[in-house]
Structure formats: C-alpha cells, structure tokens
Nanobody, 120 residues
Framework: QVHVVESGGGLVQPGGSLRLSCTTS????????MGWYRQAPGKQRELVAQ???????FYVDSVKGRFTISRDNAKNTVYLHMNTLKPEDTAVYYC??????????????WGQGTQVTVSS
C-alpha cells in the first residue's frame, strides 16, 4: 500500500508565497518522478511542475520563474515553492507520485488535494 499526503495549502494575498509539501510512504521500491497538478473550477487538471528521479524538472509556462519544485530524497518528500502568486493560481493542487512498488508494479499515485486560494 502506498500513501501520498500533501500539506501547505491555504489563503494568500496576490504577490504572496506558499510552500506545498508532499510525502510518500508505504510499499515503495523506487520513485520515478513526483509532481504537482492543479485543477481550477470548470477547468481540466493540468501538470504544474514535475521532478524526475534524475533531477530533471518541468514547469508549465504560466508558473516559470515563480514556482520551484524541489525534493528531499531521504524523506521521500517533494516541495512546491510558490512565489508571486496570482489569483489565477487558485486551484486544488494534487501531488502525483510515479512509483514502482515492492511488487514491481509501476503506477501513478495521488494525494487527496490541497486548496490554494489567492485573493485579497
């Protein structure tokens, strides 16, 4: 069994900052990549940022220069540092974990989501 737990969402004013955290635990053989998706009301879920086991990163254009994804391998934890937040960043943010389990099953596991609201 694999667990993916997020934390760090909340309400912030435009221009402010937040840090999201996501920790995986359980029957993990290897972590292939971890990332953050978001879904705003009435919109499709989109990939915001991702970091692979080799350290390669991806950012959607709308967050480049404002968001940074990082990881702590010892803690199986990934962070999303969000700066200069805008109202259009308001969404539920989901952590994704591309894992291979101890039974050698590779699959995508998801957190429960954390709300980020950017508003004055």
């Amino acid at each position: 069994q694999v667990h993916v737990v997020e934390s760090g969402g909340g309400l912030v004013q435009p221009g402010g900052s937040l840090r999201l955290s996501c920790t995986t635990s359980g029957s993990i053989f290897t972590i292939n990549a971890m990332g953050w998706y978001r879904q705003a009301p009435g919109k499709q879920r989109e990939l915001v940022a991702q970091i692979t086991s080799g350290g390669s990163t991806f950012y959607v254009d709308s967050v480049k220069g404002r968001f940074t994804i990082s990881r702590d391998n010892a803690k199986n934890t990934v962070y999303l540092h969000m700066n200069t937040l805008k109202p259009e960043d308001t969404a539920v943010y989901y952590c994704s974990a591309d894992l291979t389990t101890t039974t050698l099953r590779r699959d995508m596991f998801w957190g429960q989501g954390t709300q980020v609201t950017v508003s004055s």
